[in-house]
């Protein structure tokens, strides 16, 4: 057993079984000096450069830094997208734990109480892209936050530079007009110089990227109905790109940077920003948007059978409900504007702004022969009505020949393009997996603290509990998605246990709307959330070390989502699942805090903003884009990080790992009787039977009542018969012992990826590594970087191995 630690025992980072290619041995694929960095380009801005990497190690230091010897602080990482309307902000941070934050990390270590050893780290690279928006009206709000976060000084918040000598040859990426217009003011107040780049370039830059590096980024709307679109980076081209800001621009796109602008119009979201602010009084884009909501357009429109005496005009294929002429029906000279509801106006106007732009769309697209159009711009809003009759007029007039297709980014295009062009940070390199977007979930992450009591006791019944989640998971929905508010408003909550007012998602209105073919689309996926700043765009989180297992049959075709919950019903299951277990999970996170009022107060704020999550996808299932269980799995892992849970199942992990660790000598001892074919059979029945121990599963949890942990196992191995589901037993026997007199030589290296803590990796994987280790295969053992309930971690095997090797004399 002693081989297992080895020093060619090595330990691997994995997410749902993409591999962190890092940490020691032959792994540090991205980091070696050898292959240096694919990303290095010569250009004036620096970059994330990892030639000549090497993990700085000492023998105190469990987490040693890796030193990017090449690396300046000054990542490049702002880029401004001035819009007539908007201004967007990308921005680029780091990941935690990669510069200064030490003391976090030594927090986290005394947190994890883990011991001294010189073992490799499995530091987190990469860093996260930001999406920020600001009216350009409230130009000095956008200034304050870039100046707040330091935004403009190259390298952060962590920036080495303090004063403003270094500002003074900032250089800001910043396309849109107003790069033009603002360019002075921020000399002025930021002391940076604007970089312009071409709003046309930036946009199709932008568009390319998502479309390329983002799963799921293109989807439909018709109906009501969201459907996302993978699109294969190899087959993009050629396709119509619409961008509706406050004017539209419509370009052909044929490839990286080759496009020409065909057409625009100057009807844009402009025009209904605009002529809905005259008409209808409102104070806000989203207000006038709301109030569409509520409007029926056939008092503003005129339709066919307005004119027709209600009859259909079907020989030209005209229904007496289409619009024969928006706003046709106010030239009556007894009524002024006072007599029309506002509700009535936005949506009138709102539809016939979009279907315009839907239907010139269109024409651009047959002039070309274009079978593809994204539409972009912040007009759309991520909105169903507006979507929905964009939709409708490019497949009404084209016959079903060309499709309309929207981007979760829409209003980011030209503001992501900006930031592609630094030309040292080499995102463009980046493959698709690379990318993993993640939503805020509601902590207070921007420092603030959780005050005020625990609200109710914890003990209380998990029933009533889970009611009282409901109802502040109600409350809570109202502001899901805003981020900046929904942190005051969960630190005034807390803080007062008292209801604050939040925007309200907008009730469900159905209606005729003349349309010729469909009706309002349901509030289902129109809840509007009136944040300046969020949307429902998650940070994209960069992680360039993140790569599908290159070994798997088909890395292409791996998906980490075992399951898809695109069902209504399986994803009602889920939620379902997940609600109930709620209230034990909070109280094991309690407990692996020290069950301290503090945790306590966490752990509900936690409960309430993880079932407001819950809630919000019951509500609007593709809130957050396309939906696998792997991926509500990781939001739940995430809101708990958030809320500073490190490590929810810490107890129970320890508590199970010492119990089968106490056990597993007699484990070696029963194996080591057997003859070789049995024993290769029962490790692997082990390692079956160990799997079981799975605290996702309800029925394991119910099980662990019922015996010790080494009669469940036992019980479990000697139920296993044959064939198993997946049973591959007889080839594997075949390799390992050969047949007859030939005997092939052992595995040079086998990678075992292991899952749960406690029997799972105790008795199962460990005495089938012992095994390969004793046949001359090096065993690298491939675990998760982070915790996922009761996961094993890549950071606890080391401490793990070695207590089993102290059973195994
Ligand atoms: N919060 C908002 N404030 C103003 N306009 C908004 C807002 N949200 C969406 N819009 C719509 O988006 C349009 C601006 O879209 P955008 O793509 O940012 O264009 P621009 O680059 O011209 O600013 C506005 O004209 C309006 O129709
Ligand atoms: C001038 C613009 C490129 C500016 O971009 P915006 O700020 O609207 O995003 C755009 O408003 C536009 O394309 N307007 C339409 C002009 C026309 O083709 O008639
Ligand atoms: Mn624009």
New binding site residues.
Partial sequence: MADLIQEEQQVLGIDDKRVHLEGGGGGEKDMSPATGSSIHRSSSRPQLDVSKAEIQSNVEDKYPTILLPNQSDDLSHLAL????????LVYFSRHEGQSDDDKRKKTLKERLGLSNGNRRSFPILGGRLHFV?F??RKINECLDFIHSKQLHRGGGLESRYSDSVADQNAIIKAT?GGAYKYADLFKERLGVSLDKEDEMDCLVAGANFLLKAIRHEAFTHMEGQKEFVQIDPNDLFPYLLV?????VSMIKVDGDGKFERVSGTNV???T??GLGRLLTKCK???ELLELSQKGDNSTIDMLVGDIYGGLDYSKIGLSASTIASSFGKTISEKKELENYRPEDISLSLLRMISYNIGQIAYLNALRFKLKRIFF????I?GHAYTMDTISFAVQYWSNGGAQAMFLRH??FL?ALGAFMSYEKHGLDDLMVHQLVERFPMGAPYTGGKIHGPPLGDLNEKASHRNLKYLIYAVKLLKIIGCVLELISWMEKFLQKGTEITAPVPMTPVAGTTGLGGFEVPLSKGSALRSD?SALNVGVLHLVPTLEVFPLLADPKLYEPNTIDLADPKELEYWLTILSEHLPDLVDKAVASEGGTDDAKRRGDAFARAFSAHLARLMEEPSAYGKLGLANLLEMREECLREFQFVDAYRSIKQRENEASLAVLPDLFVELDSMDEETRLLTLIEGVLAANIFDWGSRACVDLYHKGTIIEIYRMSRNKMRRPWRVDDFDVFKERMLGTGDKKLPPHRRALLFVDNSGADIVLGMLPLARELLRRGTEVVLVANSLPALNDVTAMELPDIVAEAAKGDL
Avoid: C, M, P, Q
């Fill in positions: 997208d001035i819009g007539g309307s908007l201004i967007k928006k009216e350009t849109g961008n509706v800001g406050s004017g844009g979201g402009g209904y920003w806000s884009f989203d972009g711009g912040f007009f809003r829409e209003g030209g300046a």
